[in-house]
C-alpha cells in the first residue's frame, strides 16, 4: 500500500533562502499531519554542515516519522565533461545524505535544456552521467529516481527531459535495477502534455509519486498546450492549489498505478497556502488510497 510523505513547499524561501524557519520546526510541523515520512531536500540551509543530517533524522524519527526521498537537481547535460564530473560529484555526496537520513530514494535529473544541445547528445550525456552513479547508490541501497521535471528554481533553462517523448528514451536508455521513475502528475500539464499517457508509457518503471494539483487561471487546456507547450518561465495559465480540486485525476492515476502492484512513496508538493491546505490535500489522498488500495488498508 502506498505510504504518503510531505515536502515543505510552502517553506521553501524559508528553509532555503533566509532561514527564518529551521528544518527542526519544520520536522514538527510535519509531524501534525497524518503521513508517514518527509521528503528531504538537499538545498535546506542547515544541510550544509554534516553534523547535522543524522540530527535530522534523529529528530525526524522520534516524531514516529521516516524521511524515504530526497529532492536534488543535478544537471548532467553541460557540454563541458568537466563540469558534468562535479555534477556527478555532487550527486554522490546527495546520494551519501540520504543514506545517513535513512532514506532510499535519491532524486536525479536530466539537466538543462541548452539551446546548443541536440537530443541524442543530451541523452547520451544524462545518461552516462546518471550511470556514474548507480553503483554508488546500490552500493547505500539507494534507487535513483528521475523526475519528469519542469525547471530547477536556479536553471537558466527548462528541463532537457520534460517532453514525453525525450523524457520515455532516457527512462529507457537507462536500465539498472537502482533506476527508476519518480512521476509528477502536475509537471506533464507545464509540459504543454497528458499526464495519464505518460504514465502509461512509464508505469512499470515508476517506484515513487509527486502529488500536488494545477488550476487553469484562463483559458482551456488547449490554450496552455499551445501557448506554453514547455516554454521558459512558469506557465501562466496554471496554479498551485490544493490536491484533488485540480486538473489531474486521482482515480485515473491509481488505477493505472494500482494495476502495476505499486507500493511505493506518494510525497505531497503542495499546500502553497500553508498547512490546513496541506492537512486537506493528506485527507483526499488516504481516501483515494483506501479506494484503490482496499485490501491493503
Known amino acids: 500500500m502506498p505510504k504518503l510523505a510531505a515536502f515543505p513547499k510552502a517553506f521553501m524561501h524559508a528553509l532555503c533562502k533566509d532561514g527564518s524557519m529551521t528544518v527542526s520546526e519544520w520536522?514538527?510541523?510535519?509531524?501534525?499531519?497524518?503521513?508517514e515520512g518527509i521528503e528531504w531536500y538537499a538545498g535546506f540551509l542547515e544541510m550544509a554542515d554534516d553534523a547535522n543530517w543524522l540530527r535530522f533524522r534523529q529528530e525526524t524519527e522520534a516524531h514516529g516519522m521516516v524521511i524515504p526521498m530526497m529532492c536534488c537537481?543535478?544537471?548532467?547535460?553541460?557540454?563541458?565533461?568537466?563540469?558534468?564530473?562535479?555534477?556527478?560529484?555532487?550527486q554522490k555526496r546527495w546520494i551519501e545524505m540520504t543514506h545517513i537520513l535513512g532514506g532510499s530514494y535519491c532524486r536525479v535529473l536530466s539537466g538543462q535544456r541548452r539551446p546548443e544541445l541536440s537530443i541524442d547528445e543530451g541523452i547520451d550525456f544524462a545518461a552516462a552521467s546518471i550511470?556514474?552513479?548507480?553503483?554508488?547508490?546500490?552500493?547505500?541501497?539507494?534507487?535513483?529516481i528521475i523526475e519528469n521535471h519542469y525547471k530547477d528554481d536556479f536553471w537558466q533553462y527548462p528541463e532537457f527531459a520534460q517532453k514525453m517523448d525525450v523524457f520515455?528514451?532516457?527512462?529507457?536508455?537507462?536500465?539498472?535495477?537502482?533506476?527508476?521513475?519518480?512521476?509528477?502528475?502536475?509537471?506533464?500539464?507545464?509540459?504543454?502534455?497528458?499526464p495519464i499517457e505518460l504514465l502509461k508509457r512509464v508505469s512499470d518503471r515508476v517506484v515513487t509519486m509527486h502529488a500536488s494539483d494545477r488550476f487553469l487561471i484562463k483559458g482551456t487546456i488547449e490554450d496552455l498546450r499551445r501557448?506554453?507547450?514547455?516554454?521558459?518561465?512558469?506557465?501562466?495559465r496554471l496554479s498551485h492549489g490544493e490536491i484533488g480540486k485540480g486538473l489531474n485525476d486521482y482515480d485515473a492515476i491509481f488505477s493505472e498505478l494500482r494495476s502495476k502492484d505499486f507500493d511505493g512513496w506518494i510525497s505531497i508538493e503542495d499546500g502553497?497556502?500553508?498547512?490546513?491546505?496541506?492537512?486537506?490535500?493528506?485527507?483526499?489522498?488516504?481516501?483515494?488510497?483506501?479506494?484503490?488500495?482496499?485490501?491493503?488498508?
Open 227 to 236: 501557448e506554453e507547450d514547455g516554454a521558459e518561465g512558469y506557465a501562466e
Open 73 to 90: 537537481s543535478p544537471d548532467f547535460t553541460h557540454p563541458d565533461a568537466s563540469f558534468r564530473k562535479r555534477e556527478i560529484a555532487k
Open 27 to 35: 520536522i514538527k510541523l510535519a509531524a501534525g499531519l497524518d503521513v
Open 168 to 194: 520515455c528514451r532516457l527512462v529507457e536508455r537507462v536500465q539498472h535495477p537502482a533506476f527508476g521513475v519518480n512521476y509528477d502528475p502536475s509537471n506533464t500539464y507545464l509540459a504543454g502534455e497528458d
Open 131 to 144: 550511470e556514474a552513479c548507480l553503483p554508488y547508490a546500490e552500493d547505500r541501497g539507494i534507487i535513483l
Open 272 to 297: 502553497v497556502e500553508g498547512m490546513e491546505q496541506l492537512a486537506r490535500s493528506v485527507d483526499f489522498l488516504k481516501k483515494k488510497i483506501a479506494e484503490h488500495w482496499p485490501d491493503c488498508s
